[in-house]
């Protein structure tokens, strides 16, 4: 087997036989590339404006959640620190809601926000949490038939994080 290999050495073009290796042993070794070179800096992925967008509405939403969930706390039990001097109630911040539900609420806000930034961050973990979320928020919805818009915008984050997922490293 023969291959041909086209060297260019000070602007002249030459065409060299490449030998056999028994025979070869009185030519230098030519290579038919040369290797990659070295970069010394470190691969930093890219952040799409998307993923930024939807971290950023997951950590705002949460702080909403987090101030509403205290401001329930306070106006339940302390509504003397709430301003009006208590003419604000609990009901009046989230309606319908008990102490063990506002509970839940803080700490599901909280996790929220350490997903928030995670997704930030590009960490797999968090686009998966993601996906659960988003995935069982749809399901909520369909099952209650309640904000068509809401299902409509989570269908549209879910489907937009599916097609950058190849940032998260």
Not at 110 to 139: D, F
Request: glycine content about 6%; aromatic content about 14%; charged content about 10%.
């Amino acid at each position: 087997m023969e291959r041909k290999l086209i060297t260019v050495a000070l602007g002249l073009v030459g065409v060299a036989s490449v030998m056999p290796p028994a025979i070869e042993a009185s030519n230098p070794l030519e290579f038919d590339h040369l290797p990659d070179t070295w970069d010394p800096h470190a691969f930093v992925p890219r952040r799409p404006v998307g993923v930024a967008i939807v971290s950023t509405a997951m950590a705002f939403l949460a702080v909403a959640a987090i101030v509403a969930s205290i401001f329930y706390f306070i106006g339940h039990y302390a509504p003397g620190w709430l301003p009006f001097q208590g003419a604000v109630s609990s009901e009046d911040v989230i309606a319908d809601l008990s102490p063990l539900t506002a509970a839940v609420l803080l700490a599901f806000a909280v996790t929220i926000i350490g997903v928030a930034t995670a997704l930030w961050r590009q960490e797999p973990w968090a686009l998966y949490t993601s996906y659960a979320v988003m995935i069982g928020g749809m399901a909520y919805l369909l099952v209650t038939g309640t904000f068509v818009v809401l299902l409509l915008v989570l269908a549209l984050a879910f489907l937009y994080l599916v097609s950058v997922r190849h940032y998260f490293y």
